[in-house]
C-alpha cells in the first residue's frame, strides 16, 4: 500500500543545518510512504515502511509501530520504519515548530492506515533475492581528524584538526528481494547503507 504524506502545511525541512530556517515554500514533488506486509509459511507476520523522509527518529517510528501493532495485531517488533533519507522533507527533529508536530501527527495516523490495506492487500507470492557489490555510491559520515579525535559529520572541517580520514569502511553491499506475486503485480525491496555514521 501507499499513501500521500506530503505537508499540508509550511514545515522545517530537514538535511542541511538549523532546519527552522528553511521552512517549505511550495511542493515539486509529493512524499509517499509505501508499506509491504508479508506473512510466512509460519504465520509470522512483518511489516516494512519506506517513507520519503530524511530519518525516522523513535520519537516518530515509536507511536507509528505502537498505533500500527493495535490496528493489525503484527508485534511491535515485527515492524520496521525506514527513511530514503530525502535532504528536503519535513524535519522530523524539529518539534519546535507547531506545524510539524501537527505534521507527525497526521503523517502517523496516514502510516497506520497504510499499514492496514497492506495487511489486507496481502496475496501468494514466491520470494527471489540477489545481492551486488557497489563501489563508490556511500561512504561513512564518522571521521578520524589529524589530532587522532573523531568527528561525526562532514560538513565543513575544522582548521586546527583537518580530517585525514575515515573512521571505518562503508558496507557497499546492495541487497534486493523480489515478490512475486501471484496476482497485483511484483514487488521489489532495496537495502543499501548510504552514509552511516
Not at 501493532?69 to 535532504?87: D, F, K, L, Q, R
Not at 520470494?127 to 565543513?156: C, P
Not at 572541517?157 to 501471484?182: S, W, Y
Request: proline share 6%.
Amino acid at each position: 500500500a501507499r499513501v500521500d504524506i506530503t505537508p499540508t502545511e509550511s514545515v522545517p525541512l530537514a538535511g542541511f543545518g538549523n532546519s527552522s530556517a528553511r521552512m517549505s515554500q511550495s511542493v515539486l514533488s509529493p512524499l509517499y510512504s509505501s508499506c509491504l506486509a508479508v506473512t510466512g509459511k509460519d504465520g509470522t507476520t512483518v511489516i516494512f515502511f519506506h517513507n520519503d523522509l530524511c530519518t525516522t527518529p523513535v520519537e516518530f517510528s515509536d507511536p507509528v509501530r505502537k498505533g500500527v501493532s493495535e490496528a493489525t495485531g503484527v508485534p511491535y517488533a515485527n515492524i520496521m520504519v525506514t527513511a530514503t533519507h530525502n535532504h528536503t522533507s519535513p524535519d522530523l527533529n524539529n518539534r519546535r515548530e507547531p506545524n510539524l508536530v501537527h505534521y507527525v501527527e497526521t503523517a502517523t495516523r496516514l502510516l497506520v492506515q497504510c499499514a492496514v490495506e497492506a495487511m489486507a492487500d496481502r496475496r501468494p507470492a514466491a520470494l527471489q533475492t540477489a545481492k551486488v557489490q557497489t563501489e563508490g555510491l556511500n561512504f561513512v559520515r564518522h571521521y578520524i581528524l589529524s589530532d587522532g579525535t573523531y568527528k561525526g559529520d562532514n560538513f565543513g572541517t575544522l582548521n586546527k584538526n583537518p580530517i585525514v580520514g575515515h573512521a571505518t569502511q562503508a558496507d557497499g553491499e546492495m541487497r534486493l528481494v523480489k515478490f512475486c506475486r501471484n496476482s497485483g503485480g511484483d514487488i521489489w525491496l532495496a537495502n543499501f547503507q548510504g552514509h552511516p555514521h
